[in-house]
């Protein structure tokens, strides 16, 4: 099993290596080779008894009362370990026996029910995640207000991430923008949304959110674990100048049948896993909007406005294990996305009343992943993966006057080998291959380019026609680990990601290192330098929209760090970066898009972070940053459309449980709490000093200050949930509070202006917005 | 949840109009720019017009700078910076252009318009109108026929409206506080012309934009256009919705053709108190 896959207990395994203190445990070196190990309940701390151990699937033996087992005279080398109590979560480490020496350890075991992947410690492997990495366990953090239960969307409350608030104002162009930019991305340190990628099982999908941030389009009962990397990632990451959020998809390794149904103001889901055969599981998912069951109704009298199709989606997910051996796993996993929505706008905005009529905006994407993972016992694994995918899109505006279709059906291949070469070497390679059709038909003004304002939409210039292109992308990688002292890695790599089309080529070497150091226990410094390079977005690049002689945008990463374990199970997670991006796409009046944009960004991080015990979980996230733009080089240096100097995060749940834990599907009764705070400066924002009139369309031409030379007033809203539970003996059904925006706060979003540029006012954030739900699990 | 919602209510923030609506003139404006051809060869004159409104002004002066630029095929909505523009002489809000002398000074400037193989040639015409210490500014577009083949087009002709299906009397019209009426232009017979878009193979008609102004009340559209919907309904009229407070209200109605031909009217209302 990949290092990067390992369950709670593996970790906790890891951190009794690595003799750190989070889950009591011990590792002492003893005279002769013998395994001795203790079993205890991970709630209660109480002994498991009777359960049963095996080593290397061969020798067997059952926990004592004191729940202690020994396995006497074991071989040097690598063994594997695994406890499979009926009580509890199945669990399977690899230990290493060295000659001479034994191994004591103490296990926390988790109640049966939770998927053995699910409680991923954040804390445990630390010294061999990347420099900047926050790994989120999925059983906490999916009952966090505001986010309807979604995983995904947790990201956004991390270091790093400024808050999201869409396109709004004159910023993009109001409606055009906002239906353009509907669906992808967060601002992870500075960076553009396109500059990060989010990778499912590997590959990117195009397409984080339903409706740009209404939910994520994967249910977050299918996660496993989320990786999120805002930068200085190693070389298996590639063409991302900005962050990675690293999905993975539960394995479906279990051994009952369970699931769940659930109905909110939101949407109505359901999920159901379990086993088909001995080495075959499964899991399916589907989900679909029910807002378009309420939203017309209170929309209903507004003035010049008409949704004659509510906002609806759907997505689903069906994944298929067959583990024919006990290295090899082979998967299937078919998922999608499906989001439309209409509308009829009579009374069009003031500034620009060609915005008028029928819009409509529809976006899917269709996925196929078929993936091997093979885990050899001589201490190297190979993961390989191939995907076939359909995305499409079709957005029209003003009864089919502007409307963009694209459709990109596209296939990829990605495979990786990691190696643990000898005790302090480890090697990871490979290689990955897409190959994109890019169609698409237009009639609709150019994009605008971050820092951009524009005028009413009817007096642009339209481009017009269709296009087809094939695009290869391409990249390798490896990378090397070394441990010259047990408490130091120092890892290496080199990547080179290329593209190539019509007219469009180019390639490049990023070299990457990064350093960590464990002075003493639960201490770490680390520091990492990098090169990042992505290829322009497909409309960039288009011959149509953009232009095909773009080269990659670069941006070389720096990062410092510092880690400090911290009493009551919390820790410290502080880092300073700095990145310094060139070569970035601007707009041109001759070429449309030429590499003539320069940026850099320098911000400090800090992650105070509380994991889940004692039934209380939380972190206080700060970001403090200043990202800078410039269109060429002659230009002088502007803030970014999405800099926000200061982001205050404070998320909290607490657990009260009220009953005993229910062996069919582990819940039990109880009330849990949750809070999220968010105290963020405001966007960037580029005032209108005048305006021209022009007689032939009968709008005014705005006269543009000087580029996000203001700034919106600070935003701060609180969001609280609380869920209660009752747990039957076979099914348990929760009842859901989530409030959003609790003290109605009238948060400003973006700006608007008159007619003529004369008068103005504020766009306000949603007000105080409470969804009931329901679910019911077995 | 956030950002569909966000998009609905700002859309619909944006629709609702916290502002006034830009069909009520209160303070000094340009409502159109004529050129009359509205499209024209190297050899002839145009006459520059403006529509210029100053209900609250008390009848001060209005003086007008006019200047032609060459638009930058790359820019085409930057502005008409005055160091790079023709300045046509006069300061009246109608004046003649002579497009023999701007032919020169284009050529004087690198542009010379009968070296240029297209049929036509696009200028941007600035206006700006200055009345005590306000001032408002305004553009249009000229074409120059280079190609004296090459089509011209003509400005629209509107021949007047009528209130509630009947031609009005004479100013002022005398209407009720209050009341709601049906406006519909009447357009001059042949001003919506056929044209040949460029790269098109088949004569397309003119969309006639109809473009509603009043210094009091409400109309239930800013623009009206002279079309019919799927079920034979005409588009072209307008209601509005008359002041409640008694007084001397004026209403403009202004006509676009799309190919930068425009032509307006104005008519004054009496709107006296309800019994």
């Known amino acids: 099993m990949k290092k990067g896959n390992l369950n709670s207990f593996e970790l906790i395994v890891v951190v009794l290596m690595l003799g750190q203190l989070f889950v009591p445990a011990t590792s002492l070196a003893q005279e002769g080779q013998s395994i001795e190990g203790k079993l205890v309940h991970k709630d209660s701390g109480e002994p498991v008894i009777g359960a049963p151990v095996q080593l290397d699937g061969e020798l067997f033996v059952v926990s004592s009362e004191e729940g202690v087992f020994h396995f006497e005279n074991v071989a040097p080398g690598w063994h594997r ?100 930019g509907t669906g992808y991305g967060i601002v992870v340190r500075g960076a553009a949304p396109e500059d990060s990628r989010v990778l499912i099982d590997d590959h990117e999908v195009p397409l984080l959110y339903h409706f740009g941030g209404l939910k994520s389009v994967l249910n977050s009962d299918i996660l496993k674990r989320i990786d999120f990397l805002p930068g200085g990632f190693g070389a298996e990451y590639g063409m991302a100048t900005g962050g990675i959020v690293d999905v993975r998809t ?107 009529g029928e819009f409509s905006i529809g976006q899917f994407f269709h996925r196929l992943h078929l993936g091997w993972v093979h885990a050899s016992p001589l201490d190297w694994q190979v993961r390989i993966s191939l995907v076939g995918g359909y995305d499409s899109s079709n957005i029209s505006m003003g009864n089919e006057s502007r409307y963009i ?50 005028g009413p939409i009817e007096t642009m210039e339209l481009l017009e026609g269709s296009e087809e292109a094939l695009i290869w992308y391409g990249g390798v990688y490896a990378s090397c680990s070394f441990k010259p002292t047990e408490n130091m890695v120092l890892t290496g790599g080199v990547r080179a990601d290329g593209y190539y089309g019509d007219l469009t080529s180019d390639w490049a070497i990023m070299p990457r290192l990064s350093y960590k150091y464990e002075p003493w226990s639960g201490t770490i410094f680390k520091a990492g330098v990098g090169l990042y390079q992505q290829a322009p977005t497909e409309d960039e690049l288009s011959k149509t ?131 999220r705070f968010q105290l963020v400066s405001g966007n960037p924002s580029t005032p209108m000093v005048g305006s021209v009139y022009d007689s032939d369309y009968d709008v005014y031409q705005p006269i543009a200050g000087d580029t996000n030379s203001q700034r919106l007033p600070l935003f701060h809203q609180l969001d609280l949930r609380v869920d209660y539970t009752w747990a039957f003996t076979t ?48 | 949840m956030r950002r569909i919602l966000l998009l609905v ?59 032609v630029c060459p638009i930058d095929p790359r820019e085409p909505n930057a502005a008409c910076e005055e160091q790079n523009s023709y300045p046509v002489a006069g300061d009246q809000l109608s004046l003649n252009l002579s497009i023999p002398e701007l032919v020169a000074w284009l050529a004087e400037k690198g542009i010379d318009p009968h070296e240029i193989p297209l049929p036509e040639l696009t200028l941007q015409i600035a206006l700006e109108v200055r009345a005590g210490e306000e001032s408002v500014k305004a553009n249009k577009r000229l074409k120059l026929l280079l190609d004296e083949e090459a089509p011209g087009n003509q400005n629209p002709l509107l021949d007047g409206f009528l209130i509630d ?12 506080a209050g009341s709601l009426h049906t406006l519909k232009p009447v357009v001059g017979s042949g001003s919506r012309e056929w044209f040949l878009p460029a790269n098109e193979q088949e004569q397309v008609q003119e969309e006639h934009l ?66």
């Open chain 1, 81 to 180: 370990l695994t406890i499979d109590d009926p009580e509890c979560a199945p669990f399977e480490v690899r230990i290493e026996v060295i000659a001479g020496k034994s191994i004591k350890l103490e296990y926390a075991l988790d109640p049966r029910g939770k998927d053995e992947m699910e409680e991923m410690v954040i804390k445990s492997e630390r010294l061999e995640l990347e420099v900047s990495n926050t790994v989120l366990e999925l059983d906490e953090v999916g009952k966090i207000p505001g986010t309807q239960g979604d995983v995904l969307k947790i990201v956004e409350n991390l270091p790093g991430v400024a808050r999201s608030s869409g396109a709004v104002g004159n910023k993009g162009g109001g409606m055009g923008a906002m239906a353009a």
């Open chain 1, 250 to 356: 539960r394995p479906c390794t279990h051994k009952q049948y369970d699931g769940y149904l659930e109905l909110s103001m939101i949407d109505a889901s359901f999920m159901i896993k379990g086993p088909i055969s001995e080495d075959v599981g499964f899991i399916a998912a589907a989900r679909r909007s029910t807002i378009d069951l309420w939203l017309p109704s209170v929309l209903e009298g507004i003035a010049g406005f008409e949704m004659t199709m509510a906002p609806v989606y759907y997505d689903y997910q069906l994944k298929l294990d067959w583990s024919p051996s006990s290295e090899d796993r082979l998967s299937f996993f078919a998922f999608g996305s499906d989001d439309r929505m209409e509308f009829l706008l009579s009374k069009p905005p003031s500034g620009d009343p060609s915005l008028r």
């Open chain 1, 405 to 454: 279709r694209t459709d990109i059906p596209h296939m990829g291949l990605r495979a990786d080998f990691e190696w643990q070469i000898a005790k302090r070497w480890k090697l990871k390679t490979g290689v990955h291959w897409t190959l994109t059709n890019y169609d698409v038909t237009l009639r609709m003004p150019q994009p605008l380019k971050e820092g951009e304002v524009r």
């Open chain 1, 545 to 675: 929209m953009g232009n095909p002689k773009l080269i990659m945008e670069r941006a070389w990463h720096y990062s410092v760090g510092y880690e400090q374990e911290l009493p009551f199970d919390s820790y410290l997670d502080f880092n300073i970066f700095y990145k310094e991006m060139d070569r970035l796409v601007s707009t041109d009046p001759d070429d449309k898009y030429l590499n003539d944009g320069l940026g850099h960004a320098l911000g400090m991080e800090i992650l105070l972070r509380r994991d889940l015990a004692d039934g209380l979980f939380g972190w206080l996230a700060y970001t403090l940053m200043r990202s800078e733009r410039k269109d060429r080089f002659s230009d002088p240096w502007r803030l970014f459309d999405h800099d926000q100097t200061h982001i205050l995060t404070l998320v909290a749940g607490y657990r009260l449980p009220t009953g005993p834990i229910m062996p069919n599907h582990g819940q039990r009764d109880g009330w849990e709490f949750g809070l």
């Open chain 1, 731 to 778: 099914w348990a059904l929760t009842l859901y509070l989530d409030i959003q925006n609790v003290y109605n706060q009238q948060n400003v979003e973006g700006v608007k202006y008159n007619y003529d540029y004369t008068e103005k006012s504020y766009y306000t954030g949603l007000p105080i917005i409470p969804a009931l739900g329901i679910k019911g699990s077995f």
């Open chain 2, 9 to 67: 209510v700002l859309c619909t923030a944006g629709c609702a109009g916290q502002f006034d609506s830009a069909t009520l003139v209160e303070r000094l404006r340009v409502l159109g720019v004529r050129a009359e051809p509205p499209s024209v060869s190297l050899t002839d004159d145009v006459e520059l017009s403006a529509l210029v409104v100053d209900p609250t002004g008390g009848g001060r002066s209005l003086t007008a700078a006019w200047r």
């Open chain 2, 165 to 176: 299906g009947e031609a009005p009397g004479a100013e002022p019209i005398i209407m009720t």
């Open chain 2, 210 to 275: 109809f473009t509603w102004y009043s210094t009091g009340g409400s109309f239930l559209d800013g623009r009206t256009i002279l079309d019919t919907d799927n079920a034979g309904n005409s588009l072209d009229t307008n209601e509005w919705t008359l002041p409640e407070e008694p007084g001397i209200y004026t209403m403009w109605l202004v006509l676009r053709d799309g190919r930068y031909g425009i032509d307006w009217l104005a008519a004054d209302f009496e709107v006296l108190a309800q019994d």
